[in-house]
């Protein structure tokens, strides 16, 4: 079975440049998240999407960042313009949720952003 | 903020069995406690969970105490291989995971 699949794994870009990041979760996993890990740190919570809906945002810097997962599959994270400080890895991660539960997360292997 | 305390390094030699300590005092009764590791320049690799019983899987055990406030995860024979960050993270099923610094196994032969 693939796992959760992210591109591209590396990119860099100048400060105030667009970026976006996509990511494909695990087939037939309705939750998805993107998480955001900084150098030395775990990782923390950007956006939470069941389905095609974002359930939880409260940490998603709403002025530069946006995401949208479309027919509640694949999705987009984006940010612009880029800011020095956002220069971290960028984790997507999946799971199932089903009526009375919700099974453990798988992440993807990260998109690692220099922002120069 | 995370809800857990771990020991922020360990050493284990190759073959010897690590266990890993966490203390969760203000876990809340629905909270399962989770474990996952984070080998270098990898994503988060999930181990094992679980809300009372101890739990054992192909990779690992989960010994929780009677009163929930403490876990220990269990590598039976460490390898070279499982020198990683390992997390401790107590969560509602469903929400996101609020990662803490967790704990560096290094494996030596």
């Known amino acids: 079975e693939a796992g959760v699949v992210q591109s591209p794994r590396y990119k860099i870009i100048e400060k105030k440049q667009p970026v976006a990041f996509w990511c494909n979760p695990i087939?037939?996993?309705?939750?998805l998240y993107w998480y955001r890990q900084n150098l030395g740190q775990g990782p923390e919570l950007l956006i939470r999407?069941?389905?095609?809906?974002?359930?939880?945002d409260s940490q998603l810097p709403k002025d530069r960042f946006s995401a949208e997962r479309l027919k509640g599959v694949d999705s987009t994270l984006k940010i612009q313009p880029a800011e020095l400080g956002d220069s971290a890895v960028y984790l997507c991660?999946?799971?199932?949720?089903?009526?009375?539960?919700?099974?453990?997360?798988?992440f993807g292997p990260g998109t690692r952003l220099t922002v120069t | 903020d995370a809800k857990t305390t771990q020991p922020p390094s360990m050493d284990c030699a190759e073959g010897r069995a690590a266990n890993l300590p966490c203390n969760h005092s203000?876990?809340?009764?629905?909270?399962?406690v989770y474990w996952y590791r984070q080998i270098h320049s990898q994503g988060p690799q999930y181990i094992i969970h679980?809300?009372?019983n101890n739990e054992t899987n192909e990779m690992a055990s989960l010994i929780i105490t009677e009163d929930r406030k403490s876990s220990t995860l269990i590598l039976p024979h460490a390898t070279l291989r499982d020198t990683a960050v390992y997390y401790c993270?107590?969560?509602?099923?469903?929400?996101?995971?609020?990662f803490g610094k967790g704990t560096t196994l290094s494996v030596s032969s």
């Open positions: 203000t876990i809340s009764g629905n909270e399962y």
């Open positions: 087939s037939g996993h309705n939750t």
């Open positions: 679980g809300l009372k």
């Open positions: 991660a999946s799971s199932l949720t089903v009526t009375g539960g919700t099974y453990e997360q798988y």
């Open positions: 999407y069941e389905n095609e809906e974002a359930v939880d």
């Open positions: 993270i107590v969560s509602y099923a469903g929400t996101a995971l609020i």
